[in-house]
């Protein structure tokens, strides 16, 4: 008898002592996964840069457009006193409508940012197409070399005897109306302003 209460004693002391130590390793061990999420979470946030996706494409994009915007009302606001800006409006598309008036002279300005260069040669091909609006009512379209990485000049492009310009310059479509001296120079503003940007 004796002896079963000490084999017991022994035996309870033993599954206390070893449920100490388990619930002592477990805490241990929780300490270390823990430590160790910490550290795995804080370096991964220094070493993974955050992933490129279609939005943030999107935002950046939109972001220099608005610079751009900014920077091309100044330049002209600044350089070419005469000249008022009476009109903009900025699209979602990552567009902008300008509209500069000086005296009797109007100059529509319409920049569009297309974000990938295939796109902006797509659409300013359209304005070269045999099918569209102005080659088909016998306006000729004039190729302007070493003006932008490409530019077409259309003279008297309506009634009112209007000049259209179109000008890429890179990802960049630039689109003016007005009095053809008036749209090369407005033009070689805008180039400045993006190719500094």
């Known amino acids: 008898m004796k002896l079963r209460k000490r084999i017991s004693v022994i035996v309870v002391t033993t599954i206390s002592t070893l449920a100490v130590i388990a619930g002592i390793e477990t805490l241990f061990t929780r300490s270390i996964v823990e430590n160790t999420k910490a550290q795995t979470i804080e370096s991964s946030e220094k070493a993974i840069p955050t992933p490129v996706t279609e939005s943030t494409i999107v935002s950046e994009t939109k972001k220099a457009g608005v610079e751009i915007a ?13 000249w008022k800006l009476v009109k903009v409006h900025d699209f979602q598309n990552n567009a902008s409508l300008f509209v500069w008036k000086s005296r009797n002279k109007e100059v529509r300005v319409h920049i569009d940012d297309f974000r990938y260069l295939e796109k902006a040669k797509e659409k300013i091909n359209e304005y070269t197409d045999p099918l569209s609006l102005a080659v088909s009512m016998h306006i000729p379209v004039i190729a302007q070399p070493n003006f932008g990485d490409e530019a077409y000049l259309r003279d008297n492009y309506l009634k009112d005897l209007i000049t ?22 407005f033009a070689n503003r805008i180039l400045t302003v993006i190719d500094s940007h």
Do not use: A, N
Request: hydrophobic share 35%; proline share 0%.
């Open 70 to 82: 900014d920077k091309i009302k100044f330049s002209i606001k600044e350089k070419d006193t005469s």
């Open 164 to 185: 259209q310009l179109v000008v890429r310059r890179g990802r960049y479509l630039i689109l003016l109306d007005g009095e053809k001296e008036d749209l090369f120079h």
